[in-house]
């Protein structure tokens, strides 16, 4: 059974995951390189291992993929596919399958081929968009929330922090809703349902009172759209009293559910926002007002990037900059939080949870459904690398969920959420775990003993042979050294031992 990350990406740091990739064009034994480093770069390792040959044809190869690379010389992909050839696959025990019947499930009864839609935003703007997504394997879409006042969007509207190789750790947008009229987006469901009966359309929408509300979610039923999203969560709207407005008032949450459910039959999730403390005040509202399901997390608001030179936040426009959402993978944790939360609400019981908020991988996916969520919405890794990531979410998902013996992705959700306690009381005390160290791997940097030195407990101490050496009776077993070790040369013992 393999279920963890095997091969680190360090070696797989220079790829720039290209289109219509150089390096296959190239391959005379047609492995598609490429889409083996994708697996890579997205968890999917053991799904990527299971499909090379019995024979790997790149041992006695010259590697003209590496020649060819747009970074000649930087992405060493014959050492990756070896790698995976002689360490990742012998370790497998589950064949690969094209079946994908076991991700199939639900939303508010309503049949999903997989649990992988498109969250509404500007990856689920046009017909040209969402079909395309449709076809490269989405389940379905939340379409860019629809409403029936004037959008004027700002130039430029996104701005990210970036890890020290270039990856988009953090985005931040200033963008509103949809920028087509009513009429035009009726249109594109009508066109969307018809030629992709099978796909799930959720209409995302915001009105500005009770008659907007059930008038917006009366017109997406009768133009196909499957269920409605309630928006109450946008923080970025440029009128007081929408968006996140509403989603911190549950009254206001109550009200405008339950007046969107006198305007259509169709299943209602409400989108809820996290700039609150706490999410479930308005979760048990929007239940009240009669909707169906949640969903969860928007955007955080947000400042990101003050230049020093004109001390402006980014995005600038014009001089000026406003607090935006903050989405990516590093909002997952606070993600998982919320969902964790709604999940373990019995008063919630029952209620359809779509997750969201920094999900790039199936493993993401994977921690959203242990922790409640029954499908994934996705946009910030969709715009960074393109809808050719649901292979890997469905690829890995699917591989995992066979691996583990599960039949249906349902079995899995909520699994989680016993282990989660919003109390550090439940935490025991009694024992630590020391940390061990491997010593082929270690490169003699110190880096372990400094941070032991100046944030941890001077428990570490390097021998003559620039070696950490462990003493226990100082060691505490925080794995703050495990964290910082650039090589993966510490690693947890497994053991706990009785606090003396």
């Not at 997989?114 to 017909?127: E, G, H, K, R, W």
């Not at 389940?139 to 130039?155: L, N, P, Q, R, V």
């Not at 620039?466 to 090589?487: F, S, T, W």
Request: with cysteine; aromatic share 6%; glycine share 10%.
């Amino acid at each position: 059974m393999y279920i963890e990350n095997k091969l680190s990406r360090k070696d797989m740091l220079h790829c720039v995951l290209c289109g219509n990739a150089p390096c296959d064009g190239v391959c005379e034994r047609n492995l598609n390189p490429a889409k083996l480093l994708r697996h890579l770069w997205f968890a999917n390792e053991a799904f990527a291992a299971a499909n090379l040959p019995a024979e790997l044809p790149c041992v006695n190869c010259a590697a003209p993929c590496e020649k060819a690379c747009l970074k000649t010389g930087e992405v060493p992909i014959k050492k990756i596919l070896c790698r995976l050839a002689t360490e990742v696959k012998p370790c497998l025990d589950t064949p690969v399958s094209q079946d994908e019947a076991a991700l199939k499930t639900e939303l508010c009864g309503i049949p999903l081929e997989n649990p992988f839609l498109l969250s509404s935003s500007v990856v689920a703007s046009t017909y040209d968009m969402c079909a395309r997504a449709f076809e490269a394997g989405w389940a379905g879409a939340a379409f860019k929330t629809i409403c029936a006042f004037d959008i004027h969007e700002a130039s430029p509207r996104f701005s990210a922090i970036h890890s020290a190789n270039g990856d988009i750790v953090g985005f931040k947008n200033i963008e509103q809703l949809s920028d087509h009229g009513v009429a035009e987006n009726m249109d594109i469901f009508c066109r969307l349902k018809k030629n992709y009966p099978h796909k799930f359309l959720l209409a995302s929408i915001m009105g500005r009172n009770d008659a907007e509300w059930g008038e917006l979610a009366h017109l997406c039923q009768e133009n196909g759209a499957d269920a409605i999203e309630l928006n109450f969560s946008c923080p970025n709207m440029m009128e007081d009293g929408l968006g996140s407005d509403i989603g911190q008032i549950p009254e206001l949450v109550e009200r405008f559910t339950a007046a969107t459910k006198r305007g259509t039959t169709l299943p209602v999730l409400a989108k809820l926002t996290p700039n609150v403390a706490r999410m479930s005040p308005a979760a048990v509202a929007a239940k009240r007002g009669g909707a169906d399901g949640l969903a969860a997390i928007n955007t955080i608001k947000s400042i990101v990037g003050v230049n020093p030179h004109t001390y402006v936040s980014s995005p600038a426009v014009k001089g000026g900059s406003a607090v935006g959402g903050y989405s990516g993978n590093a909002v997952k944790p606070i993600a998982l939080r919320f969902i964790a939360e709604l999940g373990q609400n019995p008063g919630l019981s029952g209620m359809h949870i779509s997750g969201m908020g920094g999900v790039e991988t199936w493993r993401d996916a994977l921690e959203f459904l242990l922790l409640g969520a029954g499908s994934i919405q996705v946009t910030t890794a969709v715009m960074q690398y393109g809808y050719r990531i649901i292979d890997d979410l469905k690829s890995g998902l699917n591989y995992y969920l066979r691996d583990k013996g599960f039949s249906q992705v349902g079995e899995i959700v909520g699994l989680g959420l016993d282990t989660v306690s919003e109390s550090t009381e439940a935490i025991a005390r009694d024992s630590i775990v020391y940390p061990k160290f491997l010593r082929k791997n270690c490169l003699g940097c110190g880096r372990c003993e400094i941070s032991c030195a100046d944030g941890g407990h001077q428990a570490i101490r390097l021998n003559e042979k620039r070696q950490p050496i462990l003493d226990p009776k100082r060691c505490v077993g925080c794995h703050l050294c495990l964290l910082v070790c650039p090589a993966g040369a510490i690693v947890s013992s497994g053991r706990r031992v009785a606090c003396s």
